[in-house]
């Protein structure tokens, strides 16, 4: 599993993705999804 207890889920649009990476601390690794796939987390946020 490549997930920690660091982990944080930041959803929102390309717009704002910037300022809220900011925000939020982000740092790499970073994952990005974009798309339909993002409505998927409901179904699949077990790691949370």
């Known amino acids: 599993s490549a997930t920690t207890a660091k982990q944080k889920t ?4 390309l ?3 910037s ?3 900011k925000k ?3 740092k790499t690794p970073t ?3 974009v798309g339909k796939n ?3 987390r409901k179904k699949l946020k077990w790691v949370e």
């Not at 930041?10 to 649009?13: D, K």
């Open 31 to 33: 994952m990005l999804v």
């Open 10 to 13: 930041v959803i929102t649009t």
């Open 15 to 17: 717009e704002n993705c």
């Open 24 to 26: 939020y601390n982000l």
């Open 19 to 21: 300022n809220l990476s």
């Open 38 to 40: 993002v409505s998927l």
